[in-house]
């Protein structure tokens, strides 16, 4: 009699701390808006002409049961795309999720396509919270695939987004082991599944699922978004026009007739400008559309260069690349349209 109480007893306490062991795991959920981690092929040997975006986020919560032993992990779909695809109005729509559940759970996962992964984890750095960890992940091969590498960057997304060391951080990218910031981040190989780079190297590694860092991130927004995009249903447009030998000029008048509230110029080297569409982009500026001068040489800061850059009233786009430039352009217009105020917000975010 006495042994069988004293095993109910001991029986009672492992449950109740199993319990408890359950309830202490962290919430993370997740965000998944398609990509090629949720893509289904024709053929386990297909590794392109997939269809991006095809699985739901149970889909992928059901292929890795592993998650729950990390955390308590939810999720829900905002959308099914092929990043390539992606909308302001898929931004806005997940900015806004976001800093609803920032105040819910202890960490967030966006599962995306790697094509505008660095766009929407620089876009989100703007205009979200950072009071929770937030991490995008996905894959370069789709769910069908032989060796497939969604479900382990899914699980180690889902660990980083648990853990406490990640945050602070700003946004983060989770891709091959790799943790990146959101700002520096960039796709890199067309194909390759170790594709995402920084010029300055990456944050840190995951080393057996757990993290560990090398480097801090910079210019991370610390206490609120920079950015409020509440209720906004669009973005200011604006347009990248690209730098090259023999340009005329057409394509900033193009952009200037579409409708273009800002311009990035996507210059060579230092955010250099060929003459004939320097010519277009001063008419540009003097018109009140503000230009800011980027580069595609892929690293380096765009700083001052020939003086009539200044004169004409272009500003620096630093070290953004012109993608990332776009995104900050376009988010400076909601509030200001003046050039020195812009000027400034490229030298802080
Ligand atoms: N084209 C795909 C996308 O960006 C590639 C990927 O997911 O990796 O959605």
Request: proline share 5%; hydrophobic share 40%.
């Amino acid at each position: 009699m006495i042994l069988s109480i004293f095993l109910l007893v001991i029986l009672f306490l492992f449950l109740s701390m199993a319990s408890a062991s359950a309830e202490e795991k962290p919430s993370v959920h997740l965000l998944a808006t398609g990509g090629t981690i949720a893509g289904k092929a024709s053929s386990e040997t297909a590794t392109t002409g997939y269809e991006a975006g095809a699985l739901g986020v149970e889909d992928l919560l059901s292929a890795l049961p592993e998650v729950k032993d990390y955390a308590r992990v939810t999720g829900e779909g905002i959308c099914g795309i092929d990043s390539k695809d992606m909308t302001d109005a898929i931004w806005l729509t997940l900015s806004e999720r976001v800093n609803a559940l920032a105040g819910e759970k202890d960490g967030l996962v966006v599962i995306h396509g790697t094509d505008t992964m660095e766009e929407t984890a620089y876009f989100l750095q703007l205009t979200v919270n950072p009071s929770i960890p937030l991490v995008l992940t996905g894959a370069m091969r789709p769910a069908t695939a032989v060796s497939a590498d969604g479900p382990m960057n899914l699980l180690n997304a889902v660990r980083l987004a648990a853990h406490p060391s990640a945050k602070g951080k700003g946004v983060l990218v989770m891709m091959n082991d790799t943790i990146f910031g959101a700002r520096n981040v960039t796709k890199g190989n067309t194909l390759s599944l170790d594709t995402f780079r920084s010029p300055d190297g990456p944050l840190g590694y995951m080393n057996d699922g757990i993290p560990c860092w090398c480097a801090l991130p910079v210019r991370v927004p610390k206490e609120k978004a920079p950015f409020d995009v509440k209720g906004l249903t669009a973005l200011p447009k604006v347009y990248i026009v690209y730098g090259h030998a023999g340009a005329d000029g057409a394509m900033v008048k193009a952009a200037v007739s579409m409708g273009a509230e800002g311009i990035v110029y996507a210059g060579t080297g230092n955010g250099s400008v060929h003459r004939e569409d320097e010519k277009a982009l001063a008419e540009a500026a003097a018109k009140g559309i503000p230009v800011v001068r980027s580069s595609h040489a892929g690293s380096g800061s765009v700083i001052s260069a020939e003086p009539s850059y200044e004169k004409e009233g272009f500003i620096q786009g630093g070290s953004l690349s012109p993608q990332k430039a776009r995104i900050l352009l376009s988010l400076a217009l909601t509030r200001t349209k003046d050039f020195g105020d812009i000027g400034e917000m490229f030298g802080k975010y």
